[in-house]
Structures are given as C-alpha cells and as structure tokens.
C-alpha cells in the first residue's frame, strides 16, 4: 500500500509544505535598498518604521512623515569601549541597543526603512552601519532609502513633516548572530590563511599619506587592497552604483567579487559601505565588517602595516 507522501497527491501537498516552510523563513527579510516611489507608496503605513538620521533641528523643520529621529553618533549605535578607549564600536550591551531601538517604535516584526541625510557616501555610511547593526542584532527586515533623505527632498512634491513625530514604545528582543562580529584576533587569524583584507578608506589614507586622528600609524594592513568607499555611490553621493558597475570597479581594484573578505576602514564606518555592497547588494554572503578597524588595530598592535607613500 502506498503511503500518502508517495502518491502524486502527496508529492504535491509535500511540495506546497516545502514552499511555505520557505517563504516563512523569508518573510522578514526585506530589500536592502528602497527607492522614493516605493517610500511614496508606504508613508504611514502600519509595520513601517522611518528612522531619520538627519540633525535634530534640520529634522524638525521637515521629514519624511511619521520618521522617527535618532541621533546616529549619541543614541547608542555605536560607542567607547570601556577597558581601551577604542571608539566607534559595537555597544557591549545590546540589550541596551535592543531598548533603545523599542523606544523608537520598533519591534521584531516591524520593517525599519534607514533615511541617511544622503548628500555623500560617507552620509551613506550611517545608513549601512545601522544597516549592518540590525542585522548583527538578528532583524532582516531592515531597508536603507538609496540617496537617503537628499533624494526625497529633490522633488518638492514629495509630502513633509515638520516637528517630531510620536512613537509608541516597543519590545525589541535582541538575537546575536556572533558570526558576523569580527574581532582583531579574527583579522589575525584571517590573515595568516590569506583571507582578502579590502580597506575601504580613500587612497590618501590606505597609501600612508593621511590619517585618522587616533590611528597610531600610518598605511594600512600589510596585503590589504583598496577599494575606497565613494567608489560605491554615483559621483561619491547618496545614491549607490548599479551592479554592473560596481562590477567594474571591483575588478579595477583588484577585489573578488565572491570569497572570504573583512571590510576595514578608520572606525567601521566607510568600511560598512563597502560590506553592504559586497555582502547585500552583490550577494557575496561571506564578506564580513570588522568594526574596530585601523584604530583599533594601531592603538593595540594588532600585526604588520604597510606603508606604500612615506612622505620625508
């Protein structure tokens, strides 16, 4: 006697279970970049939150209506590690995050739309590292507005706010995925097994011309190759490149488009522009950010540099 999954009936049930299955595990991932007619269509719409990364004042004189503001460098997204001093890192209680983030009307099931101020890629930047953030912190349903608020004030027919809008608190439980937290160790291991290094950072600072403040020295990871972040977006602004482009310039800087990669730059900002368009816009699942970058790694040694320009 046939069992009922090897009928034609039960291959088809199996089928359809199988699809299910599928689309549930999907259902909260959304597209990493949306567009102003896809925002158009959304204002105000139940599950939706818009966070505004624009200054206070400038989003109090006009947002998009119903975005929420939150102060990108004080709010918590990032912050001072507490035994070293390294600035810019990942909050070491993301519990913490997860309560602020809830303040801002945001649970585990709402699709948070990022709106950068959009006028560089380094505007961008705070997109794609709260970008990476939420999904650190587990939450897929996480989109960035491509061109960021510069793109919707461009047509003055687009809808504003003025003043804050209110939001009702949330739960926003917090899931870690470990596997994308790359610490300094994790760069030296990767390292030593030939693990591509792509420091995002302009060329002035990967060749040893210039460089951040609290960096110790100047260059960049011994190996590292180059492919800056304004390379990323239309003419270094808000808007990112399509990916037949970006194509292009991966194969001008030397830079796979598929394996095993860590981001890096000063402090793991520009460094996620490059990580988002790797990881989310070119599908490369196995490029991953390391957050600490050349500051961390010259303020606690972390392994040999290079330095391609010494200036006498």
């Not at 939150?49 to 206070?56: E, K, L, R």
């Not at 939420?134 to 507005?145: E, Q």
């Not at 693990?195 to 995002?200: A, G, K, R, S």
Request: glycine letters at 10%.
């Amino acid at each position: 006697m046939k069992t009922l999954l090897t009928t034609g009936w039960g291959k088809w049930l199996g089928g359809v279970l199988f699809l299910l299955l599928a689309t549930a595990r999907t259902a909260f991932a959304a597209d990493p970049l949306v567009d102003v007619e896809w925002v158009k269509a959304h204002v105000e719409k139940p599950g939706i939150v818009f966070i505004d990364f624009q200054p206070a004042t400038d989003y109090l004189r006009g947002h998009i209506p119903g975005a929420v503001n939150s102060n990108y460098g004080k709010d918590g997204w990032r912050e001072e590690r507490a035994n070293d001093k390294v600035p810019d890192m990942l909050p070491a209680k993301l519990d913490a995050l997860g309560e602020m983030i809830g303040k801002l009307g945001i649970d585990n099931a709402t699709h948070v739309v990022l709106v950068p101020p959009g006028m560089s890629s380094t505007d961008m930047g705070i997109g794609t590292r709260v970008y990476w953030t939420f999904k650190v912190l587990g939450h897929d349903n996480v989109s960035i507005l491509d061109g960021g608020m510069a793109a919707w004030t461009k047509d003055k027919k687009n809808p504003l706010q003025a003043g804050a809008a209110k939001s009702e608190p949330k739960t926003f439980k917090v899931s870690v995925r470990k596997d994308m937290i790359v610490t300094m160790d994790d760069v030296k291991k990767a390292k030593g097994a030939g693990v591509l290094l792509v420091d995002n950072r302009p060329e002035d600072q990967y060749v040893g011309i210039n460089r951040h403040p609290k960096a110790g020295e100047s260059g960049t990871i011994e190996g590292a190759k180059n492919l800056p972040n304004a390379w990323m977006t239309v003419n270094g602004q808000g808007q990112f490149r399509e990916k037949k482009q970006l194509e292009q310039l991966y194969k001008i800087a030397n830079v796979p488009a598929s394996g095993d990669q860590i981001n890096f730059c000063n402090t793991g900002h520009w460094a996620s522009v490059g990580w988002f368009v790797s990881s989310e816009l070119m599908g490369n699942k196995k490029a991953r950010l390391y957050d600490g970058s050349m500051v961390e790694w010259t303020m606690l040694k972390g392994g040999s540099m290079e330095q391609k320009v010494k200036l006498q």
